[in-house]
């Protein structure tokens, strides 16, 4: 019975793409907890208040049973003035608020049109949507008005929805949202900006890259509370419309449990510390422009200019190896391999925290230059 799965995972390891869980070692470089709040004394101070005014660990049942809290509503509210926004609904991770948008308010005679480098949770949303999907390539927006223009030529005449990251989460740079906003409005399309890698550490008060976009008819954006705010979740920031339309037809909102009242107390302080976190953000964005600099000098290395700095060394068990020799170095450093990322560009992913100090940076980078310089050998 078992045999055709051990054939699959005896076949991802002879390919070097067999994954295995690892525990936390090293200096972080690896996580996506940019601000470093996740452990954080003030995170912690608003775990122990709610508990204390007696906010419950469980729900005890979906939405729209007994599981709406009013934890729950006052977070949504306060992220829907945070980040200026109609309305917002609370989702018990960004992977589940991706999915249920997708698979739920583009409908049959619509267009799903999205960038080549869309996350994963976006291509399981339009697995199961009703309306047709497209891609175009990578930030190139005359390609998708190209779509644009066949699509209805076709004769394509539903709404269009064009899907896109402010920050790409495996290469770190960001869309061309000007225009990408302006393709949208000459369209009547609606623009879906996943802020994941962005929300906290850019934009006034770490609102996000897509912060003057935001609370426009046609602007829907997604802001996961499990990076840079240190906690879990995803908040959707759109339309009171859509929000209603989410809760009386998406399915992965309607028959979940509802996410922990505890948690989402905690995002709501989460969000008062990020709006004050402008030391913070500066510390990092500093060190974003110190490794950069050490990238270019020790690696011959473009910068991406984000907190997240792809190494491309193209075959997997060449990613693999330079992950084991940083590793040994102390570094928690990991190989990205395809298909979370295109087949030949098995990297390295370094992620910017405050976990790792300037020198630490420094230190890092010296060994990845080394490291890299060994594995031509």
Known sequence: MLERYAQDLASLAARGRLRALAPRAGVDFASNDYLAL?????????????????????????RLLRGNHPE????????????????????SAGFAANEALLSTVPQRHDLILYDALAHASAHEGMRLARAPNARFPHNDVGAAEDAIRSWR?????????????????????????????ALAAKNDAFLLIDEAHATGVYGPHGRGLAARFEGAENVISLHTCGKAMGVVGGL????????DFMINR????????????????????????????????????????????????????????SQIQPVIVGADVRATTLASRMQAH????????????????????????LHASRDDVARMIAHLGEALAGLER
């Open 330 to 353: 102390g570094y928690d450093l990991r190989a990205i391999r395809p298909p979370t990322v295109p087949d030949g560009s098995a990297r390295l992913r370094i992620a910017l925290t």
């Open 72 to 91: 729950h509503e006052a977070l949504e509210e306060e992220a829907a003035r945070f980040f200026g926004a109609e309305s917002a609904l609370y989702f």
């Open 250 to 305: 998406g399915r992965p909102f309607i028959f979940a449990t509802a996410p922990s009242p505890l948690i989402a107390a905690c995002v709501r302080a989460a969000l008062t510390i990020v709006a004050a976190a402008d030391d913070r953000r500066a510390e990092l964005l500093s060190r974003i422009d110190f490794a950069g600099a050490e990238l270019r000098r020790l690696c011959a290395i473009e910068p991406s200019g």
């Open 38 to 62: 996740a452990e954080s004394p003030e995170l912690g101070a608003a775990v122990t208040a709610a508990l204390a005014r007696g906010v419950p660990v469980g729900a005890g049942g979906s």
């Open 236 to 243: 959707l920031c759109l339309p009171r419309t859509l929000r």
């Open 153 to 181: 030529e076709k004769g394509g005449r539903g709404n269009i929805w064009i899907v896109v990251e402010s920050l790409y989460s495996m290469d770190g740079d960001k869309a061309p949202l000007d225009d990408l906003s």
